[in-house]
């Protein structure tokens, strides 16, 4: 198989030394260790065909790795096999700009495309600072939530390409047309042929098949930006609130950040800055992005803010939205650029910089529920001996702030034992008591997988069913999910 | 019947025997047509059948006890709720059994977190009256309000009100299906808990499996209950008015209005449906083929004969008018800023305004599909595709092309390419088209357009919404993915072992050209034989 596999991918895109295969044994997460035989970096879908082919003769483990970076566990092999590196395929190879489109493959970062398009007049919705060697399309696959509420679409996948873990390729959508993307359908539909493929792929950990590029929306970036806080000291009020105006499709980003984690995006000097903002700060912070667009930006902003206010004066009198937080002067002219484009490169990722390491519990639930659910973590955190001071908190509305993700993130020494053991103890309990109140987990990684597939056996064997059609071998990235 | 007594006893013993007949009057009523979409074509006349017998379950438990029995005895079923979709909706074998969910009518409303919950009972009019109640709203599809909520959405579900939210994917939510084989998977939010809110699945999403671009006409399952997204409106009330079947509805004009404008030409409203997604305005815009307008003025079928027989190419090609939707979501003074804007637009682009009247006769309410056979008395859309805007202007030109060689006997439309729209602020756009025919005519080459368009769209690289088991699969796989269907067919084989749910879906159409002499010459594509009960 050795020989083959270099003969596919030549011997500088192979490893099998200890060293390299080490790389991928362990990422950010708390996942236990897990080593690959081999590592390959194919350059394009036929290297990427040919090397499933030759695992599923083999019965071979596939594992697909776009990022550079990886923080849940799904990229370390659980049965050994072949790590497919993905990096190489790195190309924007589109962008649209008069159907808002791009192309890319797998192995685009945030960083690359955040660059690309902002030089064009262009973005992208993005989640919030992404780490800037992560993989866009996985992202998305990986259904990560956008800060950007306004836009009635929501998701900015579009048609993809795959290649099925029987070695087939094949394109999704509208990009299924003979010829693409010599043809007039530009990939703009993601939906079809036949089936809706593109689902069985979303959510998958790469256990579905490989996704060597994808087309994705882009936005026009707005001539004029205002962005407003409030500090929020009744979160049940503000969430409210944004039931309120988020139906109105004037919020450009919409976000609530608890004190410990917008001080660790902001802090410039980490010594010096941390502590002090992270006590100085509102236990959490409103932030709203409202923008002026292509044609008369003034006079839409106005509008916008007029409407704001006028709710805020005539039904929610408590809620003390400003150009700035109290006591932080420029902060909006920090935030906003930082809201729209990746985490830079150069600075410890913001998740990473407290303690060395972070574990993240997310979920999605209605807003309405959320206070119920920080009740509940922080009663567990403190049976845990962690401090409640010290977990981050993040809740991001959806659609119109008709659902929310609301992500819960412990920070850790990853040197200390002790601190890993409690972590991981407090997760796997407040997991399952958050999924017994009501908690809705829709990514699956880790230790979360059992917890959901056991309880949700009827979609559990449904999945078996489809995954068995495609992936008879059961190759694609055995021991994740239900497979 | 040819269901035996046992069988039959058995699902009477399902749902009481008063949900149950095989009484030819009951089954007669479920026949195909007559009138409206695909009425009179072959793909009717040979495919479909009365049914063998009707029933009519509850609940969903029910529903999933029918299923089982039909594997068991190997008795083919067809799912049917308003039955809009004309000849594909209704049973293809005979003796077939034919599972009415009307009953299955409830319905409630999270007005907070817009959703509502419906079982396939339930109709776009109830679902869009009581969203507009209470400030949201629902894109009613082309099918129109008289149809199946939950069908639409699983098959269709567009109109010029996509222009915020195109796909109608995006608005399942947490949804219940009895597959094929009498098993219930549960969806979304649905898969862990009793609350419908959320639709995306545990890691892969099997909602994957509710349709492709089009629906799959029900031959992978039976939907019994969907949670639907509902969008937030404006909160003034849009008043109907007039007399039945020339109502409409009163627009609040201080926060709805529809404008039509006169544009210079077609790349004119092209480029003003891209400027109107850069400034990110409006809530719809459509291209207006005068058609519609022909229609909207005619009373009756010889008024609208003699209003058309008034029209010819040139007045066609030189019609360029642009129906663009303005809301107020927000405040009155949105939709005035919009309204700015949108002349700017225009006027830049040498368009200028009509006078619009304050009311809305189609989007909001009904679409139009009630209408459509006016003129002819059989129509079928041979495309209603989602793309880019720049697809669908050359698609739509490009079928009326094709179409000159097959007028008569489709009705003579001078050329018309149909008509285009942008959905999803541009990122996408729209392009249908429909066409007429007189059903008691020889329709022979109105089924040989409808499958030369499949030839069509793929030697010219088009996208399609008539892919699965609209067309001949073995025709349009190979050219699609490539090689969808192999992966349909095999998703519809684990699922549906006995071939029992809907058969001969998806190869209906391939049955279709197989035994209907008149298309034997146009079949010049490799496909195995299609087994095929009479």
């Known amino acids: 198989m050795k020989e083959k596999l270099l003969e596919i991918v030549g011997s500088e895109n192979f490893f099998d030394d200890p060293e390299a295969l080490a790389k991928y044994s362990k990422d950010f997460s708390l996942a236990p260790r897990g080593v690959p035989n081999y590592v390959v970096k194919p350059k394009d879908n036929q290297e990427v065909q040919r090397v499933i082919k030759l695992a599923n003769e083999h019965l071979t483990p596939v594992v697909p790795s776009s990022s550079g970076v990886h923080f849940q566990g799904a990229t370390i092999p659980k049965q050994g096999g072949i790590i497919l590196d993905l990096t190489r395929m790195n190309q924007i190879l589109e962008v649209d700009e008069l159907n808002r489109r791009v192309r890319m493959e797998a192995g685009v970062t945030w960083e690359q495309i955040a660059s690309e398009l902002g030089k064009r007049g262009f973005r992208m919705i993005i989640p919030l600072l992404p780490h800037p060697l992560r993989s866009v399309v996985t992202d998305w696959l990986e259904r990560e939530v956008p800060t950007n509420t306004v836009y009635d679409y929501g998701e900015p996948l579009q048609s993809m390409e795959v290649v099925w873990p029987t070695g087939e390729i094949f394109r999704t959508g509208s990009a299924s047309v003979t010829g693409y993307p010599d043809s007039p359908s530009k990939g703009a539909n993601p939906s079809g042929p036949g089936l809706d493929f593109y689902r069985f792929l979303q959510g998958a950990q790469g256990t579905m098949g490989v996704v060597t590029w994808a087309n994705l929306k882009i936005e026009y970036l707005p001539k004029i930006d205002k962005v407003l806080f409030a500090p929020v000291h009744d979160l049940n009020y503000t969430i409210d609130f944004l039931y309120r105006v988020l139906r109105l499709r004037i919020i450009q980003e919409c976000l609530l950040l608890n004190n410990i984690n917008l001080a660790s995006i902001i802090a410039e000097d980490w010594r010096k800055d941390f502590e002090k903002l992270r006590a100085s700060l509102p236990p959490w912070t409103l932030i709203l992005v409202i923008s002026g667009m292509h044609r008369r930006p003034e006079e839409q902003i106005q509008y916008e803010e007029e409407t704001l206010y006028k709710v805020i004066k005539n039904e929610f009198p408590g809620i003390p939205l400003a150009d700035n937080l109290p006591g932080f002067p420029g902060l909006g002219k920090k935030l906003l650029p930082m809201l729209r484009k990746p985490w830079p490169k150069e600075v410890t990722y913001w998740k990473n910089r407290y303690k060395g390491a972070c574990h993240s519990l997310f979920f999605i639930t209605k807003p309405i529920l959320a206070s119920k659910f920080i009740n509940k973590v922080e009663e567990i955190a403190a049976r845990y001996g962690y401090p409640i001071s010290d977990i981050g908190g993040y809740l991001q509305p959806i659609e119109h702030n008709r659902a929310c993700h609301l992500e819960f993130n412990f920070f850790y020494n990853p040197a200390s034992q002790p601190e890993v053991e409690r972590v991981r103890s407090l997760y796997s309990e407040a997991a399952s008591v958050l999924l017994d109140k009501g908690a809705l987990f829709t990514r699956p990684y880790g230790e979360l997988a059992k917890l959901l597939y056991d309880r949700a056996a009827g979609y559990a064997m449904t999945l078996r069913r489809v995954k068995k059609v495609f992936d008879p071998n059961n190759i694609m990235n055995p021991g994740n999910l239900c497979f | ?534």
Not at chain 2, 102 to 109: G, H, I, P, S, Y
Not at chain 2, 149 to 154: L, S
Not at chain 2, 173 to 189: A, I, N, Q, R, Y
Request: glycine share 8%.
């Open chain 2, 1 to 534: 019947m040819a269901i035996s007594q046992e069988t039959y006893q058995v699902l009477e013993s399902i749902v009481g025997p008063e949900y149950i007949s095989a009484n030819p009057v009951i089954c007669e009523g479920y026949r195909a047509g007559p009138g409206g979409y695909e009425c009179g074509s072959g793909y009717e006349r040979v495919m479909t059948k009365v049914p063998g017998c009707v029933i009519m379950p509850r609940t969903t438990e029910e529903v999933q006890k029918i299923v089982k029995v039909c594997n068991r005895y190997k008795i083919p079923y067809v799912p049917y709720s308003t039955g809009f979709y004309g000849a594909r909706s209704h049973p293809h074998v005979s003796d077939e059994l034919l599972i009415d969910l009307k009953r299955m009518n409830d319905f409630e409303l999270d007005e907070k977190h817009l959703y509502a919950v419906v079982e396939p009972g339930i109709i776009y009019s109830q679902l869009q009256e009581e969203a507009m109640r209470r400030g949201m709203y629902i894109v009613v599809g082309g099918g129109g309000s008289q149809v199946s909520a939950i069908a639409n959405m699983i098959g269709d579900g567009w109109s010029p009100l996509s222009y915020r939210i195109g796909l109608p994917h995006r608005r399942i939510l947490g949804t219940e299906l009895v597959l094929p084989d009498g098993e219930l998977v549960k969806l979304g939010s649905l898969a862990l808990q009793g609350d419908p809110f959320w639709g995306e699945g545990l890691g892969p999403d099997l909602r994957g499996l509710l349709r492709g671009f089009t629906g799959l006409r029900g031959c992978l399952g039976i939907v019994t209950k969907m949670a639907i997204k509902l969008l937030p409106f404006q909160p003034e009330r849009l008043e109907p008015t007039g007399i039945s079947p020339h109502t409409t509805l009163q627009l609040p004009t201080n926060r709805v209005k529809w404008i039509n404008f006169s544009m210079p030409s077609k790349d004119a409203m092209k480029e003003a449906m891209y400027e109107m997604s850069k400034a990110e305005i409006g809530a719809g815009v459509t291209k207006v083929p005068i058609f519609w307008r022909v229609i909207a003025k005619a009373k009756s079928k010889e008024e609208f004969w003699k209003l058309w027989s008034k029209e010819n190419e040139e007045t066609l090609s030189s019609f360029h008018v642009l129906r663009v939707l303005l809301i107020g979501f927000a405040s009155e003074e949105q939709l005035e800023y919009e309204e700015r804007v949108l002349t700017d637009i225009i006027t830049e682009l040498g368009g200028e305004a009509r006078r619009t009247r304050p009311s809305d006769e189609s989007w909001f309410k009904n679409a139009d599909a009630a209408g459509m056979w006016l003129m002819c008395g059989g129509y079928v859309s041979v495309d209603y595709v989602i793309e880019t805007i720049e697809h669908a202007i050359p698609h739509g030109e490009n079928y009326a092309q094709l179409k000159k060689s097959f007028t008569p006997p489709l009705m003579p439309d001078y050329g018309d390419p149909g008509w285009f729209q942008s959905f999803e602020l541009s990122h996408q756009g729209y392009s249908e088209f429909l066409v007429y025919w007189d059903p008691d005519e020889n329709t022979d080459r109105v089924d040989h357009f409808y499958l030369e368009t499949s030839k069509e769209n793929i030697r010219k690289r088009f996208y399609t919404s008539l892919l699965g088991p609209h067309q001949p699969l073995y025709l349009t796989g190979p050219a699609y993915g490539p090689n969808y269907h192999k992966w349909l067919l095999a998703v519809k084989g684990e699922f549906d072992p006995n071939f029992v749910c809907h058969p001969p879906v998806p190869l209906a159409h391939d049955a279709f050209v197989e035994q209907a002499e008149w298309m034997k010459p146009l079949k010049d594509w490799e496909s195995p034989k299609i087994r095929q009960k009479k």
